[in-house]
């Protein structure tokens, strides 16, 4: 039977849960070795971002992407947190925050899959659409 990596990360979540970081490096050390018995080292880093997605979801973290047209200031940043906070129903909130001049204005946030794209570069591509038809 083939373990997925989300399986694996699912055990290796709950192997580690609670221990010390003495206790975990020896879990994690056994869970490679099992990886290569098994020959599913390739499945490493979907399973690396599993752990991640379940220890966050496990500990009410938000981890999100936001792209703004300039650099962010500190007051945006904070409001930013309370309202990923409120929206993922999160304690802590993790932002990576990037740049990218092309979106004119406007702020794209990325949690796991979903996109929510508040850009104007978008806004002005859908009224475009709008107008087109």
Do not use: P
């Amino acid at each position: 039977m083939k373990i997925t990596a989300k399986k694996y990360a699912q055990a290796l979540f709950e192997s580690t849960e609670g221990k010390s970081k003495n206790e975990s490096e020896k879990i994690i050390s056994r869970f490679v070795n099992i990886l290569v018995e098994n020959k599913d080292l390739k499945k490493a880093e979907k399973v690396i971002n599993c752990f991640g997605k379940i220890w966050n979801e496990n500990h009410a973290i938000a981890a999100v992407d936001v792209v703004t047209a300039e650099e962010a200031d500190d007051n945006l940043v904070r409001s930013l947190n309370v309202y990923v906070a409120k929206m993922f129903k999160a304690k802590n909130v993790e932002i990576s925050r990037k740049v990218d001049k092309s979106i004119i204005g406007g702020i794209i946030i990325r949690h796991h899959d979903t996109i929510y794209d508040g850009s104007l570069k978008s806004r002005l591509y859908s009224l475009k659409e709008k107008l087109i038809k």
